[in-house]
T-cell receptor, first 114, second 111 residues
């Protein structure tokens, strides 16, 4: 069964460094998303991406964040100048319908900022 | 007001019983509703989606939607210890494609 994959599973970085989190969505899906979940808190939407551009973003997704689809399979989230409060699980998700359907989540990347 | 509200629990039920999980949402124009299961340290796993008023059954799971009351629920029949997890309610508005998640209800099924 097709699934969303994410790498790395765990990333440790120093405050102020840049990190790139990688995702491979399900191959025939068209809409891609990033969510984050701070430990013990709810899953929060960051950004959605369709047709090679951002379609929607939350207040969390400020200039520190960027997304890119560098090729036909990967979808990346870049966090510049990481802060302690960026420590969280980051989930990639994708959906194959008109963006209104079921979203399938990857296993997540645990980001730890020291 | 929170977009999506759930009782955080914990909810404990004996094995074989029915577990009832509830969710309310604030935006009346919301159109799509989803239940996800999340084990500790893992990602959300889709259980069910529901789009219209009434009940939708899939195996041991039944989702119920009442748009007039802005209420969606999930019933788990014949609960198993493996059902022990946090259950997340997610709502999709018709004005965008982002999910709004509740904080989740922690369910423990006691053998």
């Amino acid at each position: 069964e097709p699934e969303v994959t994410q790498t790395p599973s765990h990333q440790v970085t120093q405050m102020g460094q840049e990190v790139i989190l990688r995702c491979v969505p399900i191959s025939n899906h068209l809409y891609f998303y990033w969510y984050r979940q701070i430990l013990g808190q709810k899953v929060e939407f960051l950004v959605s991406f369709y047709n090679n551009e951002i379609s929607e973003k939350s207040e969390i997704f400020d200039d520190q964040f960027s997304v890119e689809r560098p090729d036909g399979s990967n979808f990346t989230l870049k966090i510049r100048s990481t802060k302690l409060e960026d420590s969280a699980m980051y989930f990639c998700a994708s959906t194959g319908t008109g963006g209104e359907g079921e979203q399938f989540f990857g296993p997540g990347t645990r980001l730890t900022v020291l | 007001q929170k977009e999506v509200e759930q009782n955080s629990g914990p909810l404990s039920v004996p094995e074989g019983a029915i577990a009832s999980l509830n969710c309310t949402y604030s935006d009346r124009v919301s159109q799509s509703f989803f239940w996800y299961r999340q084990y500790s340290g893992k990602s959300p796993e889709l259980i069910m989606s529901i789009y219209s008023n009434g009940d939708k059954e899939d195996g041991r799971f039944t989702a119920q939607l009442n748009k007039a009351s802005q209420y969606v629920s999930l019933l788990i029949r014949d609960s198993q210890p493996s059902d022990s997890a946090t259950y997340l309610c997610a709502v999709l508005k018709n004005t965008g494609n982002q999910f709004y998640f509740g904080t989740g209800t922690s369910l423990t099924v006691i053998p």
